[in-house]
C-alpha cells in the first residue's frame, strides 16, 4: 500500500487487525559545526544539512483526531521541526504493544534517524503530505 498522506495512514492503521501504536520522529534540519563555507551558503538556501531528531512520541491511532491535531501538539513543545518520521508498531492476540515495547521501539527508531537509516519509515512534510528524501 502506496501510503501519501498522514490520513491515509491513520485510517490503514486503524483497519488493521491487531491494535497498533503509532510511533513519530520529528526531525529538524541541522550543520555539523564543522560545515564548509560552501555547506552553510546552501544551507542558508534551504539546501543541503542532515535531519536530527528534535522530539519523538508514540501514541495509539484513537489518540490522533488528524495531522492538524499532531501537529498542533507538538508546537506546544516549541520545537522547530521539518519533517515527522512516522512507523507503526503491531499489538497481537488483540491487545496493543506494550508501554516497555513501545518505547523501546520508539528509541530505535529515533537512533535509526539520527544514524540515517530511514528506510523503513514514512517522512511527513509540515502538511501532512508524504514525502521522498534522497
Not at 550543520?31 to 542532515?50: I, K, M, S, V
Not at 496493543?96 to 514514512?122: C, Q, S, T
Amino acid at each position: 500500500m502506496e501510503i501519501s498522506s498522514f490520513d491515509e495512514l491513520l485510517a490503514a492503521a486503524k483497519a488493521q487487525a491487531e491494535p497498533q501504536r503509532l510511533l513519530f520522529v520529528f526531525a529538524a534540519a541541522e550543520l555539523p559545526g564543522d560545515a564548509t563555507p560552501e555547506q552553510r551558503a546552501a544551507f542558508a538556501a534551504g539546501q543541503g544539512g542532515a535531519l536530527a531528531p528534535v522530539m519523538y512520541v508514540d501514541k495509539a491511532p484513537a489518540e490522533i483526531a488528524d495531522f492538524a491535531s499532531l501537529a498542533a501538539e507538538a508546537r506546544q513543545f516549541g520545537r522547530d521541526w521539518t519533517i515527522v518520521f512516522a512507523a507503526a508498531l503491531a499489538g497481537a492476540r488483540g491487545r496493543p504493544p506494550a508501554e516497555p515495547e513501545a518505547e523501546a521501539a520508539l528509541n530505535r527508531m529515533v537512533e535509526a534517524v539520527k544514524a540515517g537509516a530511514i528506510a523503513g519509515f514514512i517522512p511527513f512534510d509540515a502538511q501532512g503530505r508524504a514525502v521522498r528524501l534522497g
